[in-house]
């Protein structure tokens, strides 16, 4: 086993009480397979019990305990991979606060344990190097070299502080179905765009214009920044920042525009959600392309798209993972 497949991060998430199973629930639709729940309240009920087997705790204890945060714990690999699940995990627990009010998730603050977030976030890159997606697409990390023998499409990279590297299986399969379904002069609705990673694929493969959202104000200017550094200008390329699911300016901008391919690598939730919303901006026979589905909630997904009157015509998978490919038939 390499270094870097064996070294692991530690990462807390702040949260209220009411937040522990939510939140739990996010991590573990992540494909992340254990949380530590830590709630200073049970500190407290321990101190308070009369039945207990200690009658002296050192006081420092008392103190680190009395002070500590409620929150979760969980970990990812040190790697790009690692750093693309963390995204994942960020992107949910927004789009939860933000959908769900009723719950009170408290700050969600987010620390990674003995390093700094920031310094992570630039470490990681030391095991992100290019590589091919699909038959057409290698992804090229800007601060990477690459010698390019013509016959695939360069696409660079710096994700910043937001999903999309490629590295995640996620994101993989979501170009390998733009590189089959889509077609050269298509437009494109890249919904949770992250890094813009989709649907610059999308324009570079030959889509004639593309627009982006997403629900972090931050990836508006990581996507254009990427769209840069592939020749891809503003006049092709709109990127903006809100809730599609609960903006109503920002679901009536897109209402009626009529795309020939709709992109949404986010969450099943989330892909539920949308397939209410994607038939007001597709077109009749347009194609549907959504991942970020873990392999329990496949099912969901495909159902509710078929009740929204999507035709499934492909599904894939890795490592837990699932994209669907469907065409809109209103």
Not at 19 to 37: L, R, T
Not at 68 to 95: P, Q, Y
Request: charged share 30%.
């Amino acid at each position: 086993m390499s270094e870097n497949e064996s070294n692991w991060i530690e990462i807390f998430i702040e949260t209220e009480r009411e937040g522990f199973e939510p939140v739990s629930g996010i991590i573990y639709q992540c494909g992340i397979n254990g949380v530590m729940i830590e709630d200073s309240e049970d500190f407290t009920e321990f101190l308070e019990n009369p039945a207990r087997d200690w009658d002296y705790i050192e006081d420092e204890l008392v103190e680190e305990k009395t002070k500590a945060k409620n929150g979760v714990t969980f970990f990812v690999r040190d790697n790009a991979n690692g750093i693309e699940t963390l995204n994942i995990v960020k992107e949910m627990l927004k789009s939860a606060k933000e959908n769900e009010p009723e719950i009170n998730f408290g700050s969600l603050e987010m620390t990674v344990k003995n390093i700094k977030e920031d310094d992570w976030a630039n470490n990681w890159k030391k095991y992100f190097k290019p590589f091919a997606i699909g038959d057409k697409i290698v992804i090229r990390p800007s601060w990477e070299e690459y010698e390019d023998d013509g016959t695939k499409k360069i696409l660079k990279i710096d994700p910043g502080h937001v999903f999309g590297t490629g590295t995640h299986e996620t994101t993989q399969l979501c170009i390998e179905f733009i590189e089959e379904y889509m077609k050269e002069g298509d437009n494109i609705l890249d919904i949770g765009c992250g890094s813009g990673i989709l649907s610059i694929a999308s324009l570079i493969l030959g889509a004639c214009h593309a627009d982006a959202v997403d629900i972090d104000p931050n990836a508006i200017d990581i996507a254009y920044t990427n769209a840069g550094m592939n020749d891809v200008g503003k006049d092709v390329y709109t990127v903006v920042s809100g809730n599609i699911l609960t903006d109503e300016n920002l679901d009536e901008a897109y209402s009626g525009k009529k795309y020939d391919v709709v992109e949404a690598n986010i969450v099943a939730d989330v892909i539920i959600a949308l397939t209410d919303k994607v038939p007001n901006y597709i077109k009749d026979g347009g194609i549907f392309i959504s991942s970020g589905i873990i392999a329990e909630r496949l099912d969901d997904v495909l159902s509710a798209l078929k009740s929204h009157s999507f035709e499934v015509l492909d599904i894939k998978r890795k490592k837990g993972w699932a994209a669907v490919a469907s065409r809109y038939n209103g």
